[in-house]
């Protein structure tokens, strides 16, 4: 039987009661498979669609090469491919043209295969487009598979110079943590963190630091990286009668460990250590989970010497972190202009005049 609508008889599923109760099990399975299928299947279609695309500019390459044909001869082959094949897209000069670049630029076919294959076409004229190194094109295309980035999100870590920050950090990872974690994070954290979503207008106190990046926390957490996951700020703690605030804490999934970060709004001094070390030893435990690995430290700072930094963790055990956060707006500004403008000092002082 079914029900009847506007005139039409429309079927309906049997009831469960009607049929083995082992039928939802087997249709979260078969939806399970369906799913993982249609992840497969799209792959392969991108890892097809890439394979063609070099061998078409890698085709026009040695064309080009051997018998002298010009530019123009792109125009005459997009033409016939339209001709042959009208419902198909992506044939026209201009792709052609960075079908012809992809193959020059990367000529190693099993890099194709094993790594460029593997991310969409736009994302690939991103790594053509904004880099000019083999190796950043890898580490960035390595970067894409891992974390999921669209196109415009590989071109804003690139603008932002990802590659000569990441694992930058100043730490004592690899005394403190066992050698096959202390790689692993070491390259979760960089040198510097930018704050450019927080505008030109910088805060100076650390408490409007924490409610601007608050405010901003879905690029904050872009630009911490993949895995962190926010758990409050200025978190409370009462020790021995005395009250104590962690300025952020974050849980890191790939990591498995609480992050506590402590923002400063000056440059790196020696008695930070010895603040975020006892932030992290409660953490350990109050929150920390047996299963948890060791709760880590990062300090965020305006400025640091790294061998004061160095001196300064030596002789900790637990797994700390210092990196420079930036503005990178403010930043680039020319040092002429920078020098020209009034500091928020003297802004002040000409208001309460």
């Known amino acids: 039987m079914g029900k009847e609508k506007d005139g039409v008889m429309m079927p ?20 399970d498979e369906i799913q993982r299928k249609r992840i497969v299947i799209t792959l392969n279609a991108n890892a097809g669609l890439i394979d063609l695309y070099w061998y078409v500019g890698n085709m026009i390459l040695k064309k080009q090469k051997t018998e002298g044909w010009g530019a123009k001869v792109i125009d005459r ?30 000529r190693d076919y099993e890099i194709v295969q094993q790594v460029v294959a593997q991310i969409p076409w736009r994302t690939n004229l991103v790594l053509l487009e904004k880099l000019d190194s083999t190796e950043e094109r890898l580490w960035y295309a390595g970067k894409v598979i891992e974390n999921g980035w669209s196109s415009s999100v590989l071109a804003m870590q690139i603008e932002s110079g990802l590659f000569s920050r990441d694992g930058k950090a100043v730490n004592n990872f690899d005394l403190s943590l066992p050698p096959e974690d202390s790689d692993l994070v070491s390259q979760v954290f960089k040198d510097p963190y930018l704050f450019d979503f927080l505008g030109t207008d910088i805060p100076r106190r650390e408490i409007e630091i924490e409610k601007k990046l608050t405010e901003h926390i879905q690029s904050f957490l872009l630009e911490l990286g993949q895995g962190f996951a926010f758990v409050g700020r200025q978190i409370h703690l009462e020790l021995g009668g005395q009250d104590f605030y962690i300025d952020m804490l974050f849980y890191h999934l790939r990591l498995r460990c609480y992050v506590v ?14 603040k975020i070390n006892m932030y992290r030893n409660v ?71």
């Not at 079908?99 to 020059?104: H, V, Y």
């Not at 970060?261 to 010895?274: R, Y």
């Not at 109050?286 to 700072?301: A, C, E, F, N, S």
């Not at 990196?323 to 003297?346: C, F, G, H, R, V």
């Open 12 to 31: 309906v599923p049997p009831r469960l009661s009607e049929m083995d109760v082992s039928y939802p099990g087997f249709i979260n399975g078969l939806i």
């Open 77 to 106: 082959i997009s033409h016939d491919i339209k001709t042959a094949f009208p419902d198909m897209n992506g044939f026209s000069p201009r792709n052609i043209k960075n079908m012809r670049r992809f193959a020059a630029e990367w």
């Open 261 to 274: 970060i402590e923002l400063k709004a000056c440059e790196f001094q020696p008695e930070f250590v010895s």
């Open 283 to 353: 953490v350990d435990d109050v929150l920390r989970h047996p299963d948890d690995k060791p709760t880590i430290g990062l300090l965020l700072v305006k400025g640091k010497n790294k061998t004061v930094v160095e001196y300064s963790l030596t002789g900790y055990n637990n797994p700390i972190g210092v990196a420079d956060w930036e503005n990178q707006l403010t930043k680039s500004l020319p040092e002429d202009l920078k020098s020209s403008l009034p500091t928020i000092e003297e802004i002040e002082k000409e208001l309460n005049q």
